[in-house]
């Protein structure tokens, strides 16, 4: 939306939330307390708010202004119910709709921006139809393929900006609105349009899509580990081939991140739906595959240090699901912590990004999933410290384990940090980002 803002100054576009502090964080006026960090953003803001771009907590106020209303509230995996574990929970995508719908005055536009199953425009649609005011909406779909860390620069620069409506007049001349604002700045042969379930599909679809390449070349490197051949070696030599391409082949603890498993699950929960087992099967492996991964990687680290990590210090390099953001939202550093302070292991913990709250919040979320008493998470948390500085969290440990990509890894003097550590060091590397250096043990992923 403040991209948006920053390319259409004539367009006041208003971010409503229902979470003060949130949006008290959006209006702050030190720039470094926006609430996500992404490089470029805060430049963005810093031009936009106030000219045409507000964030503000009167949500009615924002619905009856506007003439096109974006749809970004949250569809996490449901936790209870049918489809537990593998469907979207649409609970904020209707009662988003259902306000629009009783508090609109005037005819709207309503984009689908969340990533929803196919189909679910029917039901927004449904939704605000229920209004007896004879006010006339009209729903499109308009994914969004930002991916964190890089998302100024994607959205500035976008492969593809795909726009989906229905195929009546009045759907297609919504449509040809959103795709003007985006004509502001995106080629138009980049911005696609079809119908609305394309739409919604291809959103699924491509993070399946991604997901998969990650998890082929993930369990490929489990069979780089037995024979002898080396991942990065095998990615470079089956990415030169053009049909295939070299992005998204680097092996890895595992995939993290608000929206791959998420996007997956609910893919996989479609094809059962529709009567579709073996699709729905072939897809679930994907997720399943990067569960075997970072299970493998926290199951290395043991092994490597002779089977037991009970009362070791082991420090995890990283807890971001990738470099340059600070989301931690399904990171494979979760995982292999959990691990860890299953076996025992006094686990310590950096990341430049990631606070200690948040660290401790994901931990405490996942044992709460597991339904571990109150007791049991505060004595575990009391196993898992986290440092604000690199040395001291590396100081005195049995292995240090690279969990994030972070380029300041790769930078470290490993063979100072090797002899401060307990005798001999051990560095899993679960990013393939250090050089190989035979003065200390070093285990990385695929070689
Ligand atoms: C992903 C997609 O890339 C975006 O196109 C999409 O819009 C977004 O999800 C979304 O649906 O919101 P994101 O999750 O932000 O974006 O980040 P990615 O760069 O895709 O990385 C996801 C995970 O895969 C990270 O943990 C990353 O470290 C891992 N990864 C990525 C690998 O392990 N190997 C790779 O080669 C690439």
Known sequence: MAVIALKCPGIKV??????????????????????VYEPGLKEVVAEARG?????????????????????????PTKTYGEGKGFAADLTYVEQCARQIAEVATSDKIVVEKSTLPVRTAEKVKEVLHSNKKGINFEVLSNPEFLAEGTA???LFKSDRVLVGGEETPSGQEALATLVSIYENWIPR????????????????????MLAQRISSINSLSALCEKTGADIGEVAKAIGMDSRIGPKFLKASVGFGGSCFQKDILNLVYLCKHYGLDEV????HQVVKINDYQKNRFAKKIISGLNGTV???????????????????????????ADVLLEEGAEVHVYDPMVKKERIHQDLT??????????SAIISKLERCQVHSQYTPALKDSFAAAILTEWEEFSSYDWEAIAEKMMQPAKIFDGRNVIELNRKFNQYFIGR
């Open 365 to 374: 979320t996942l044992w709460e999933s597991k339904q571990f008493s109150s």
């Open 152 to 154: 100024i620069q994607d």
């Open 310 to 336: 009970n009362q070791k210090k082991i420090t995890l390099l990283g807890w971001a699901f990738k470099a340059n953001t600070n989301d931690s939202r399904e990171s494979a550093a979760i995982y292999v």
């Open 14 to 35: 208003s971010v409503v939330d229902i979470n003060q502090a949130r949006i008290a964080a959006w209006n702050s006026e030190d720039l470094e307390q926006l609430p």
């Open 189 to 208: 042969k980049k911005i696609l349009t079809t119908n609305v379930w394309s739409s919604e599909l291809s959103k699924l679809a491509s993070n399946a």
């Open 280 to 283: 729905a099967e072939y897809w």
């Open 51 to 75: 000219r045409n771009l507000f964030f503000s907590t009167n949500i009615e106020k924002a619905i009856d202004e506007a003439q096109m209303i974006f749809m970004a509230v949250n569809t």
